[in-house]
DNA sequence: TGGTGATAATGAAGCCATTCACTATGAATG
DNA sequence: CATTCATAGTGAATGGCTTCATTATCACCA
């Protein structure tokens, strides 16, 4: 019913065979009629469908960046003997000073039980303590060691710089609107979480 | 240097110990001057540090929005005995028919590996074959089966009406406003990746 | 005071995805 | 041809994250 009985086919190598295999590179990208970007893949996958797929391209297209960023980052986290998790740990104990596991599982996005894990790891690398909660004996609170700070004091300027040059061309309202939107997306799912 | 050597706080617990512990409630939302939401929690994380935070608020809020559709759309996939990856793959067979799995690779955001991954998985659960390519016997085609074509024929619909409802509200120059920004991230992530 | 139910952290098990190494095949060059 | 190099797929090892179950503590109330 599809396009699709032959299969000595032509027509699938000769576009994506000859790229070079890297990062994302499977996504071909041109400018609709108003400038704005859009996948050619993503666009021929869904055309003849009759259903208007602006909502798929869209949250596709976030996945596909999202993806990439990550990546990214745990790259370069990795230069610094980190990861995402552990360098965002380290983060909000340099701004917010000793913080039980709970209550780091609550504000990043993250559950209480990968908080334990990313924290073994920062104690076993000697950049975090676990520290007694003297109000409430169940809790446990992490705590920067004098290595740990020295580590996130020396990296957090260059990783909002790098994040800077991933933002290149885009204007403060360009950033604001992604923001924005993306904050739409998240109240909207917490919606759909309630059933 | 914090406003944080008091170690009996109080703030941190009325504000998140309260909130019922479910995803992404750790992150209050309000509007700024011009209505755009914003993440109070992560804008007071930023505040006097004195370095323009537009960029890290705007990546930050792609990311837990980025992460919590992927969980909702996994939560959903799992109903039908699928996951994400899986059911991608035979969305994309469903469309474009035979298909070998370094091609599934560059045009989805994965590996080749995660796709042997991925057809193993739908193999042992019959939803599709490896067939041999008769144009080059180091390459394996990936072919649904009549068991996955009814499966991906049965719920691909219900699939975009679930992501319909993720973007209530949105216009579709919001859509598209998303969609472009996302794809510029691609952009300057990709000349990223060329050092 | 003693019991009931929520909460904090963690152990155990499992899934997904990544990297590296390896085999088999194809393609290109002398 | 034979050598060489690139490519397709996969095994092995690793890591991050999730869910479920368990233990210890707290909070509430009869």
Redesign the interface.
């Known amino acids: 019913m599809?396009p699709?009985?032959m299969?000595?086919?032509t027509m699938?190598?000769s576009t994506?065979?000859s790229?070079p295999?890297?990062?994302?590179?499977?996504?071909e990208?041109a400018r609709?009629e108003?400038g704005?970007?859009?996948?050619v893949?993503m666009r021929e996958?869904f055309e003849d469908l009759h259903?208007d797929?602006?909502?798929?391209?869209?949250?596709g297209?976030?996945?596909?960046?999202?993806?990439?960023?990550?990546l990214?980052q745990e790259r370069w986290a990795e230069k610094h003997g980190l990861t995402q998790g552990r360098l965002g740990v380290l983060f909000?104990l340099y701004?917010?000073?000793?913080?039980?596991l709970g209550?780091l599982?609550?504000?990043?996005?993250s559950t209480p039980r990968n908080i334990t894990g990313l924290v073994d790891h920062l104690e076993r690398d000697g950049l975090v303590e676990r520290v007694p909660d003297?109000?409430d004996r169940r809790s446990i609170r992490a705590r920067l060691t004098e290595a740990g700070r020295a580590r996130i004091q020396a990296v957090w300027k260059e990783g909002?710089d790098h994040?800077?040059?991933?933002?290149?061309?885009?204007s403060?309202d360009?950033?604001?609107?992604?923001?924005?939107?993306?904050?739409?997306?998240?109240?909207?799912?917490?919606k759909?979480?309630g059933k």
Do not use: W
Request: charged share 25%.
């Open positions: 599809k699709f009985t299969n000595d086919d699938n190598r994506t065979h790229l295999r890297e990062l994302g590179s499977g996504h990208l609709d108003s704005r970007l859009y996948s893949h996958l259903v797929m602006s909502a798929v391209e869209a949250l297209a976030m996945k596909i960046a999202g993806h990439m960023l990550g990214l909000r701004r917010c000073g000793d913080t039980p209550d599982a609550a504000n990043m996005e003297p109000s909002v994040q800077f040059e991933m933002v290149e061309g885009f403060k360009d950033l604001a609107q992604l923001r924005h939107l993306c904050l739409q997306l998240v109240i909207n799912a917490r759909e979480l």
